[in-house]
């Protein structure tokens, strides 16, 4: 599946209800500058993005997220995995930060089934127009915040570089 390939409707859907923005530019604060090996994919509407890193100039590739406060991490292996991801859970950035903890959390957020019916009702209308795989996602998350190597660019900023901040940092509830 190509993002490319996906109708006005879902491209709508994925935007107003997902937290996927087919297109969209860093906010500017701190960004990671494009290259060969990384490429700007989707922001998240909020002033983080989705890129599409090819691990050490390889074929290899990841998609590596990056938030408007500078933390990053890997975040699904394709595009395919990522688009699974936001449209079956709705605190999808939530199961990324506890992927970052432990098993159990993020089984607890990405198993909460206490939707926004607007979400649910765009989570299935998603489902019949994108053909996605059936993957468990807890599964996902954790190997793929754990493979190596691990994503840690330098920011771009007005003051210069900086190094990104881990996902591993951010506080969650236990």
Not at 5 to 21: G, I, K, T
Request: with cysteine; charged share 30%.
């Amino acid at each position: 599946m190509g993002l490319d390939n996906l109708n006005n409707e879902a491209v709508e859907l994925l935007e107003n209800y997902c937290s996927f923005v087919i297109g969209a530019k860093p906010s500017g604060l701190r960004m990671l500058p494009e290259s060969d090996g990384l490429k700007l994919i989707a922001g998240d509407g909020m002033g983080g993005c989705f890129y599409e890193w090819h691990i050490d100039g390889s074929e290899e590739s990841a998609i590596v997220y990056l938030t408007q406060y500078g933390e990053t991490s890997r975040i699904a292996n394709n595009i395919e995995e990522i688009i699974t991801l936001v449209i079956n859970c709705e605190e999808w950035c939530d199961a990324l930060t506890a992927a970052h903890k432990s098993k159990d959390i993020t089984e607890r957020v990405i198993n909460d089934k206490r939707y926004d019916e607007e979400w649910k009702e765009s989570s299935d209308r998603l489902k019949e127009i994108i053909p996605i795989e059936n993957i468990d996602l807890v599964e996902m998350l954790l190997d793929v915040v754990n493979a190596e190597p691990k994503f840690c660019p330098q920011l771009l900023s007005e003051d210069g570089l900086s190094s990104a901040r881990s996902f591993k940092e951010r506080p969650y509830p236990a």
